[in-house]
């Protein structure tokens, strides 16, 4: 059975996290500073036991935890916010200004496209936690360039660390199971026409590898992969 408990070195000061007991099938990362450790995504309220043991390997606590990077509002995203506030009260919460709105309790989470998808979230909700800095397209994360990526969801972001061409694209692509797909899946978009330009967007940029919130790291031909999921993408 694949080991989902210890971090995975991706590259320097790079570790994904698995969120759930299933390898790959939905990546947080922890991010190393010289000051401590930027966590990208906080997953399911069941992985906040998950990062604390994963920042625990890393030989650090929740003093360690310095900031919190949430790359859209959707629960898969940020449904430990609120344990892992609690465990680190000092963190840092960041986010795009739209999904800020949301994460706060500000505004409701916007509703996918598909109409059975959005009748099953009807009673979802934010975490309501405050979102403490508010980032902007081409701000850092860490080392990690925020680019917009609208269509999953409205604020959606993606980070690119433009020294090594390391691509977390979030929800932006996504393999689930077995497919790369542009938006993971179509009825989860909020717009699915807006994913796919992101999607075009992130093609333009000079990246080597791709770490989706769902699915393997891609290495080889990284590229090449996603240019054919946007190329067979019909939305």
Same mark, same amino acid.
């Given at each position: 059975?694949?080991?989902?408990?210890? *971090?995975?070195?991706? +590259? *320097?000061?790079?570790?994904?996290?698995?969120?759930?007991?299933?390898?790959?099938?939905?990546?947080?990362?922890?991010?190393?500073?010289?000051?401590? #450790?930027?966590?990208?995504?906080?997953?399911?309220?069941?992985?906040?036991?998950?990062?604390?043991?994963?920042?625990? +390997?890393?030989?650090?606590?929740?003093?360690?935890? %310095?900031?919190?990077?949430?790359?859209?509002?959707?629960?898969?995203?940020?449904?430990?916010?609120?344990?892992?506030?609690? #465990?680190? @009260?000092?963190?840092?919460?960041? +986010?795009?200004?739209?999904?800020?709105?949301?994460?706060?309790?500000?505004?409701?989470?916007?509703? @996918?496209?598909?109409?059975?998808?959005?009748?099953?979230?009807?009673?979802?909700?934010?975490?309501?936690?405050?979102?403490?800095?508010?980032?902007?397209?081409?701000? $850092?994360?860490?080392?990690?360039?925020?680019?917009?990526? @609208?269509?999953?969801?409205?604020?959606?972001?993606?980070?690119?660390?433009?020294?090594?061409?390391? $691509?977390?694209?979030?929800?932006?692509?996504? &393999?689930? @199971?077995?497919?790369?797909?542009?938006?993971?899946? %179509? *009825?989860? &978009?909020?717009?699915? %026409?807006? +994913?796919?330009?992101?999607?075009?967007?992130?093609?333009?940029?000079?990246?080597?590898?791709?770490?989706?919130?769902?699915? *393997?790291?891609?290495?080889?031909?990284? %590229?090449?992969?996603?240019?054919?999921?946007?190329?067979? &993408?019909?939305?």
């Amino acid at each position: 059975m694949a080991d989902t408990k210890t *971090p995975e070195t991706v +590259a *320097p000061g790079v570790y994904r996290v698995d969120g759930i007991g299933f390898k790959n099938a939905l990546n947080m990362l922890l991010l190393e500073n010289d000051d401590g #450790w930027t966590l990208v995504d906080t997953g399911v309220a069941g992985s906040v036991e998950r990062i604390k043991a994963a920042l625990g +390997a890393l030989g650090s606590g929740p003093e360690g935890l %310095k900031r919190i990077f949430l790359t859209h509002q959707h629960n898969d995203h940020t449904g430990g916010l609120k344990g892992l506030v609690e #465990w680190a @009260p000092h963190v840092e919460v960041g +986010a795009t200004a739209h999904e800020a709105e949301v994460i706060s309790g500000r505004r409701g989470l916007d509703p @996918p496209s598909n109409r059975f998808f959005r009748t099953m979230a009807r009673n979802a909700r934010p975490p309501g936690v405050p979102v403490t800095r508010v980032l902007h397209e081409g701000d $850092l994360v860490s080392g990690f360039r925020v680019i917009l990526t @609208p269509g999953h969801s409205p604020g959606h972001a993606s980070l690119l660390r433009d020294e090594d061409g390391l $691509l977390f694209t979030a929800d932006a692509f996504g &393999c689930l @199971p077995r497919k790369v797909r542009v938006g993971v899946i %179509k *009825p989860l &978009c909020t717009d699915p %026409k807006l +994913a796919r330009r992101s999607a075009e967007k992130l093609l333009a940029e000079d990246f080597a590898t791709v770490v989706f919130a769902h699915g *393997p790291v891609l290495r080889a031909g990284a %590229k090449r992969t996603l240019r054919e999921a946007v190329a067979g &993408c019909r939305y």
